[in-house]
């Protein structure tokens, strides 16, 4: 990848308008996520006394993160491109789809909207623990890493192929449900071994109220290494140099 395709951008873009709206959308994208996601997994834990993960709960919790997401990205697409994740926003900087001023922006943004939903989960469910992610017996951190970094491939690469993709057509407007589709499948492969994050926002709100920041370092290096694979593979191989459009562009 041309290093010339990652911009900069100006420092007035980080008070504009337009990037405190796009902020804004990814903030409210992800509280949505996150208290559709976690609060389902909370949900469970009442239900079932805070007994060991089922099969049922697995299908359970795959169902309601893909459900949530394809909510969350159709209803930020057309303002911050429905990002939803730190490591989608650092997919989109190494293809040189949005500016580093923009991302980091959206990375704040998508950090408090998670907090603030984990905050807000504790409060309507009267203190119930809002559980952070870990590693279930017998997963090392190195094979939750590989874990992490082949979910997130996955999950970036569909978001190129669907969304960013200047050739996707008519195939955009199914990258919403595409992009959900995949995390409900990548929990359901991943979820019982290191809870199956592939986004560091989802990870950083509960290890924040929860205060538990074991192994929390896997739920970052895994996902963005994973994004940044999947962009240049994709960027470079299936986009090339003739595919892009000029600076800025975040719709997708």
């Avoid at 309507?124 to 890493?145: K, Q």
């Avoid at 589709?181 to 109220?209: E, H, R, T, Y």
Wanted: glycine share 12%.
């Amino acid at each position: 990848m041309p290093i010339n395709r990652i911009a900069f951008g100006t420092p007035r873009e980080a008070s504009h308008p337009d990037a405190l709206r796009a902020a804004l959308a990814e903030f409210i994208s992800m509280l949505i996520f996150v208290f559709a996601g976690s609060g389902s997994g909370m949900a469970f834990n009442k239900l079932t006394d805070n007994a060991s993960t089922t099969p049922s709960g697995l299908v359970a919790a795959a169902l309601a993160h893909a459900f949530a997401l394809f909510v969350a990205v159709s209803v930020g697409a057309n303002i911050s491109g429905g990002h939803v994740n730190p490591a989608v926003t650092f997919g989109a900087l190494m293809g040189g789809n949005i500016t580093l001023l923009r991302s980091i922006l959206y990375w704040i943004a998508q950090l408090l909207g998670s907090v603030v939903a984990c905050l807000l989960l504790k409060f309507a469910t009267g203190g119930l623990e809002t559980p952070a992610f870990g590693l279930s017996s017998g997963v090392g951190a190195w094979n939750a890493l590989v874990f992490e970094i082949v979910m997130t491939f996955g999950l970036v690469y569909t978001v190129y192929a669907t969304a960013v993709d200047p050739k996707k057509g008519n195939l955009g407007i199914i990258a919403p449900i595409a992009i959900g589709f995949i995390v409900g499948a990548n929990i359901l492969a991943g979820g019982a071994f290191d809870g199956a994050s592939m986004n560091p926002a989802v990870s950083f709100g509960p290890a924040v109220v929860s205060w538990t920041w074991t192994n929390h370092w896997v739920y970052w290096l895994g996902p963005f290494i994973g994004a940044a694979i999947a962009a240049l593979v994709y960027d470079n191989i299936f986009i090339g140099s003739g595919g892009h459009e000029p600076l800025p562009t975040t719709d997708f």
